[in-house]
């Protein structure tokens, strides 16, 4: 977990509904929703239920629940190009 306080991460907010959002698919440990400014059709975000910096520190079982929810987003929208991108700390 972030020394960040979840109750003020704009995600959390998100999740708990605090901050209204299109909402995606849904898991135990992942929300996801469309992005408010989209960059291409379909544009959405996978979260994490709780925080986690890097990509590395998550569990292989986070990695696929995420990877499923990305297939289902896609296929849904019937999206054959697509990019999958993941940001690593404050700079990338």
Do not use: V, W
């Not at 972030?2 to 898991?27: A, D, M, Y």
């Not at 979260?47 to 696929?64: F, G, P, Q, S």
């Not at 289902?72 to 999206?79: E, F, H, N, P, V």
């Amino acid at each position: 977990t972030s020394s960040r306080s979840l109750g003020t991460c704009i995600f959390f907010k998100i999740i708990k509904g605090e901050i209204p959002s299109f909402k995606l698919p849904e898991t135990e440990t992942s929300y996801s929703f469309l992005d408010i400014s989209p960059l291409s059709k379909g544009h959405a975000l996978i979260i994490r239920k709780d925080h986690a910096k890097k990509l590395h520190e998550l569990t292989d079982e986070y990695l696929m629940d995420m990877l499923s929810i990305a297939n289902k987003i896609a296929t849904a929208q019937g999206l054959e190009n697509y990019n999958i991108l993941q940001n690593n700390g404050r700079i990338a």
